[in-house]
């Protein structure tokens, strides 16, 4: 490592510690590097620019962003959360799988866990709470572990950040993430069954048979939005990018055609949250791949790869350790960063071993997202104390239980990759 890449270290750490937006952090970082190293510093900004300009998979990030808040307006959540209380809501814990059930139904709109977690996931902990039936802390402890599944089936906007940085197919990775995020749900639905039967939770009143069949014709075209996604990229009718601008235009037709749960004043506030959210998730994509600049020019990846290649680790061995170190740097660092500035390291070393990019890609994706709910930083829980006042340490203690499932669930992925690559396989998919 040379004295300007440790000087640009020293700085981006430094200005992180103190509280400084990630973003801006990084790209303090950069310019101290450029700095010491007597580069131009217009470097920084004419790599972004043209990174940005060049990275047309990237529009589907604030695409999928606009369809996400366009589905979680009005009477939509309403609708698809009496289809689910109809579904599950019948059972011991009812209201836990209910929070589980929605979490997988909304994952397949908003691909994002942050968006998951303060849409739906507030109506729901505030259910859970009026019911008496549930703690405050319970509730927002699995809200927030369910909405760990948000970008797992797609659309995820992580996954088209992966995409980007291993030029893995984004079809192939949507494909791949749906059984997984399957048994995400699976198990966090078996441990709120397990923790209701311990404390006596009682379930929801049933919803006579005879109701379901309308609740579900009334849910469909919502549930139907995943289903023209992935239709739309695998049947190579469009582009990713082309795909997520289908899907947005799909929501505002449902939203504000089918459903009116939206006026026009509505509308334009949505699209002003939506800039908003893009806007910040731009800022820390655009920082991200000028650091990847430096790193590439330092010659990083290249070096990790021949550590590892001269160690001759085994590739189970390597996906182990990285999936340790993902696994700990998600208890400080967004998903985001993780993605765009530590997984370009490895990528070549994958590539050396002959691991399989979609697979790992999945991986990374969810270690990520289970980072989101680690305490004492996780990401979620903080956005779970915001939006409800619920304290954190109430939710803390409620959380351990959900996040060892999870890492188990993380675990069988890695030791069994076809719970992984079956979808895709199945679609043609070589790997």
Known sequence: MSFELIMGMIALFGMAAIGTPVAYAIIVGVLVYLGVSGQDLAIAGTTMVQRLF??????????????????NAGSISDRLLQFCIALVGRFRGGMGHVNVVA???????????????????????????????????????????????????????????????????????????????LVMGVVLMGMNSLISHRRGF?????????????????????????????????????????????????????????????????????????????ASVGLVIGASMILT?????????????????????????????????????????????????????????????????????VLIVVNSMIGLITPPYGILLFVINAVTGIPLKEIIREIWAFLAVLIGALVTMIMFPGIVLWLPRVFGYGG
């Open 54 to 71: 060049d990275g047309f998979l990237l529009l589907a990030v604030p695409l999928f962003i606009a369809s996400a808040n366009i589905m």
């Open 202 to 278: 009682g379930q929801e009143e049933p919803v006579p048979l005879r109701e379901i069949p309308g609740l579900t014709v009334r849910a469909t075209p919502a549930l139907l939005m995943p289903v023209i996604l992935l239709g739309c990229i695998y049947t190579g009718v469009t582009t990713p990018t082309e795909a997520a601008a289908i899907a947005a235009l799909y929501a505002l037709m449902v939203a504000a055609g089918l459903y009116r749960a939206i006026k026009l004043k509505t509308l334009y506030q949505i699209f002003v949250e939506s800039a908003r959210s893009a």
């Open 293 to 361: 600049y430096i790193v590439i020019q330092e010659n990083v990846p290249q070096a990790i790869s021949d550590m590892f290649s001269g160690a001759e680790i085994s590739p189970l061995m390597f996906m182990i350790l990285v999936n340790i170190l993902v696994l700990l740097l998600g208890c400080i660092l967004d998903a985001t960063v993780i993605i765009l500035v530590i997984i370009p390291l490895f990528i070549p070393t994958c590539r050396e071993l002959g691991i399989d990019l979609v697979h790992f890609g």
């Open 103 to 181: 979490s997988l139904i909304f994952s397949g709109m908003s691909g994002s866990a942050v968006a998951d977690a303060a849409g739906i996931g507030k109506i729901i902990i505030d259910m859970m709470v009026k019911s008496g039936r549930y703690t405050r802390g319970y509730a927002a402890a699995i809200t927030a572990a369910t909405a760990t599944i948000g970008p797992i089936i797609p659309p995820s906007i992580p996954m088209v950040l992966y995409a980007l940085v291993s030029n893995a197919s984004v079809g192939d990775l949507f494909l791949a993430g749906i059984v997984p995020g």
